[in-house]
């Protein structure tokens, strides 16, 4: 298999440690498959399937909890081409390895607008397509008009219109082994002022609401219906409530911490105990925002 690898402009790093490659800084080591080809991902995934080799994908590793021990698994991720964007009225064209937050202000400085929520959000498009990701009341699904996905189940690459695809509340239509490639954005005609100022705005909420600078993933839950996830576990007394080297912000109580050398058991514990406290006090179950890669 490695020998094919050049020709398909895939380049091979063994034992990557993923701790290394996600915000929570957790995860054990793996093969990583960077892919500066789209075309050639249809080879790639068959190699990987002859050789009973099983895969993930990987965008900026912004919402991943990942196992400790050697993983089961490669990991893929797109490779950033030149340009990320390109911008034909008000129409944006961007690679699913785009960096969503470059590609806001990209779009910003074209006039368009209506992403200054996502502004903030680390990762790629392609992790925030997956995710539907959003914030400040903006959700990347609502300006999604077309993606180019590789479906690995039918080994090929699709265009899907906008309304073949549900996006709801982090929760989308995709399947699993959906490759995120490129998407077409439909955006709103701004003056660039007002586009910067909704990003100042949301720049600064998130300052002051959460701890930025440290190892997280961002919310662990979602958000139960009409509550908040984050306020019930403060009304707990969870805040600072730790296992080992994982810990509840004092932040923002629906944003867990890696205070220093936590392990994906630490996390996984801490986030199981906190889910138990807070349906025996509330009666509800909370899913998890963040997306857990078992070993
Ligand atoms: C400080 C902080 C703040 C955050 N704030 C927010 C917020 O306000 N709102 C919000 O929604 N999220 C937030 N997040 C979570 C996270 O940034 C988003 O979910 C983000 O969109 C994930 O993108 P990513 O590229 O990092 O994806 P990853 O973490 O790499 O992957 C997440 C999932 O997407 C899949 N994936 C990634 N790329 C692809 C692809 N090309 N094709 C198919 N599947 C793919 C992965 O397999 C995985 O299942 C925050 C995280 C942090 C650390």
């Known amino acids: 298999m490695l020998a094919a690898l050049p020709e398909l402009a895939v380049e091979l790093e063994q034992g990557v ?15 990583l498959l960077r892919i500066g080809r789209h075309a050639a991902i249809p080879d790639l995934v068959n190699l990987l399937h002859g050789g009973g080799i099983a895969h993930k994908f990987l965008g900026g590793g912004s919402n991943l909890l990942v196992a400790d021990e050697e993983l089961p698994f490669v990991v893929m991720q797109l490779c950033k081409p030149e340009p990320e964007v390109a911008v034909e009225g008000n129409t944006a064209n961007v690679d699913a390895a785009a960096d969503l937050g470059r590609t806001v202000t990209f779009c910003a400085k074209r006039n368009l607008g209506g992403m200054e929520g996502l502004i903030g959000v680390p990762g790629t498009v392609g992790g925030a397509l997956r995710m539907n990701a959003g914030a400040y009341g903006t959700q990347i699904g609502s300006y999604v008009r077309e993606v180019r996905v590789y479906r690995a189940g039918e080994r090929k690459i699709e265009t899907l219109k906008g309304d073949q695809i549900s996006f709801e509340y982090r929760h989308t239509s995709f399947g699993p082994n959906d490759m995120m490639l490129s998407v077409k954005l439909e955006l709103p005609t701004k003056p660039y002022e007002e586009i910067i100022k909704g990003i100042r705005i949301c720049n600064e909420k998130r300052r002051s609401s959460q701890p930025l600078g440290q190892k997280s993933a961002g919310c662990i ?75």
């Open 17 to 31: 440690s993923l701790a290394r490659v996600t915000c929570l800084g957790i995860g054990g080591r793996t093969d």
């Open 221 to 295: 839950f979602k958000n139960p219906p009409g509550a908040s996830a984050g306020r019930m576990i403060d009304e707990l007394g969870l805040k600072g409530f730790s296992v080992g080297e994982a810990r509840v912000s004092d932040r923002h109580a629906n944003f867990f911490i890696n205070s220093g050398q936590a392990c994906a058991a630490d996390m996984l514990a801490l986030i199981a105990n906190v889910r138990e406290q807070l349906h025996a006090a509330y009666g509800v179950n909370l899913e998890n925002e963040v997306v857990v890669w078992n070993g």
